[in-house]
């Protein structure tokens, strides 16, 4: 029982998440400022960031429903923290699984999407119901492709389970090979779900002043910044496990630092993509999701059937 | 109970997030607020950042005389700013009236209309001078 607290609570759990979410934070701005020219902020900032925001007044809209405004964030940051018990991080076995957590962490992931959404349309400002517009919309671009690779790779290991893919991967270490498209077909789908780079388009600040978040200030807005820094490390521990099966059977100490590379290497990945595209329309985005990334994310599928059929046997 | 505020105020110091907003300016203290803000000068190393939101603000950067027809809308958004919040007066204008003071359609600076913090004089005010004004208002905020 103390275990299990010690694991939820610490290590590997919300802890070690809010840390590890905040160097991500600070590693993409610098990568972002550097990509500028610019010094950029100094390593503490997230955590200034965040101290400022919680000692801040909350304001509620008068406009607004007042549970459902507060209870967003929390709600938000509850189901990132959860998905996050059924990835396998550094060993091939999560802390929590059984077989089918492959939906629920699919799922988990798409709540704080979908708390963006509510959270924008309760607070009943023009900016924000437009923010929460184009973060449905867009969910409907992103997560078809993102959902098709990882199945994908889960076809592959003929499991519904995280922890058992893991494994068989762990036991076929070359069949990674056949998954690379899946990666980067991964890779552009979470920049979506981050509502990053060139697909920021629900918080847009040239546009629709900040989204969904615009009517979000203090203590509430802090907890979706923490939200979003939690779910950039969730989200890549999830590519990591799917698709980098790499250093699973090692000491702990050796996997926990190959894990922590895997994981800083997507987060580079995303910053690096952030700084060199420019915001897509959301026309644009819908037509190259559903033009190119679900095809691709289907000849995934092929792919992986045929590796099953051929070298499987 | 020390500790708490110490640890609060040295957040406020580090991660001011400003909000430009016009009040009748020429336009020309407007220009050097943006350069201010860009690579060039680049303020996100004190953890500068601009935001178009008032509910993520905390420091308002106003530059021009407030005009007559401006002054309820700069209240307003004073007031959808969360608390602990900061005005900071750019240019000659915004400090006393300017060029303009005592013109027929105007309050005359903002601080006839809003508690100020810091004044910035210099028509327009140069980005170093804006970037020094907030600096020592961090700096004041320290030691209060
Ligand atoms: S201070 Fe000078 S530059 Fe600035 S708004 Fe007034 S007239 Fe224009």
């Given at each position: ?126 900016y924000s119901t ?148 420019a915001r897509f ?33 | ?97 300017g060029v303009f ?44």
């Amino acid at each position: 029982m103390g275990q299990a607290i010690y694991n939820i609570l610490v290590f590997p759990g919300l802890f070690f998440l809010i840390l590890f979410g905040w160097a991500a934070e600070f590693i993409d701005r610098k990568i972002y400022a550097r990509g500028q020219k610019r010094v950029g902020p100094p390593w503490y900032q997230p955590v200034a960031d965040f101290i400022k925001l919680a000692a801040k007044e909350d304001i509620v809209p008068e406009e607004a429903s007042a549970t459902s405004f507060k209870l967003m964030p929390l709600i938000a940051m509850a189901s990132a923290v959860t998905a996050f018990f059924y990835i396998p991080l550094w060993t091939t076995e999560a802390l929590f699984s059984f077989y089918g957590d492959i939906i629920v962490v699919m799922y988990l992931l798409t709540i704080p999407t979908l708390t963006f959404f509510l959270g924008g349309w309760y607070s009943r400002s023009l900016y924000s119901t437009i923010g929460a517009m184009r973060t449905l919309t867009q969910l409907f671009a992103y997560e078809v492709p993102l959902f098709v690779v990882i199945l994908a790779s889960a076809l592959l290991a003929n499991t519904w389970s995280l922890s058992e893919i893991t494994k068989f991967y762990a036991l076929h270490p070359h069949l990674w090979i056949f998954n690379l498209l899946g990666f980067g077909i991964g890779i552009i789908a979470l920049l979506g779900k981050l509502e990053k780079g060139p697909f920021d388009i629900p918080e847009a600040e040239t546009e629709i002043v900040a989204g969904s978040f615009t009517e979000y200030g203090g203590r509430l807005l802090a907890f979706f910044r923490l939200t979003l820094d939690i779910e950039v490390i969730v989200g890549a521990s999830l590519l990591a496990a799917v698709f980098l099966p790499f250093g699973l059977n090692l000491t702990p100490a050796i996997g926990f630092v190959i894990y922590i590379i895997k994981v800083l290497f997507i987060v580079i990945l995303l910053a690096v993509l952030r700084t060199i595209l420019a915001r897509f329309r959301i026309d644009q985005m819908l037509d190259f999701c559903w033009r190119y990334l679900a095809p691709l994310a289907f000849i995934q599928i092929l792919i992986n059937l045929l590796v099953k059929g051929l070298l499987l046997r | 109970m020390g500790l708490i505020k110490k640890i609060v105020t040295w957040g406020r110091t580090k991660s001011p997030w400003v909000l430009h907003f016009n009040t009748g300016a020429c336009n020309a203290c407007d220009i050097e607020i943006i350069a201010a803000l860009t690579p060039r000068y680049d303020l996100e190393r004190f953890g500068v950042l601009l935001k178009g939101s008032p509910r993520h603000a905390d420091v308002l950067l106003c530059s021009g005389p407030v005009t007559r027809q401006i002054g309820d809308r700069l209240k307003r958004i004073y007031d959808q700013m969360p608390e602990p919040k900061f005005v900071v007066a750019v240019g000659t204008c915004a400090c006393s009236g300017g060029v303009f003071k005592g013109c027929y359609n105007i309050e005359s600076g903002i601080d006839q209309v809003l508690p100020v913090a810091a004044y910035i004089p210099g028509c327009p005010a140069s980005p170093k001078a804006i970037i020094d004004a907030v600096v020592k208002l961090l700096k004041s905020l320290e030691e209060s």
